[in-house]
């Protein structure tokens, strides 16, 4: 059973986050896996909660 998680950052609409969803289980489908075996897991994380080169993401866009 293919497993593909994908970690973003939030701030992307339902629709955006499924259509992402969506392209990823076609092309592992592609692939050859079985439709029904295919698993997407999209996990969003506050930009507050993100650390790059030692400053959060929310500091890197000015929300703090």
Known sequence: MPLVEITLTEGRTEEQLRD????VHTA???????RSSIRVLVRE???????????TLAEQRGLT
């Open 45 to 55: 994380i506050p930009p507050a909660l993100w650390l790059s080169g030692g400053v």
């Open 28 to 34: 592992i489908e592609e692939w050859g896996a079985p």
């Open 20 to 23: 992402l969803m969506r392209c």
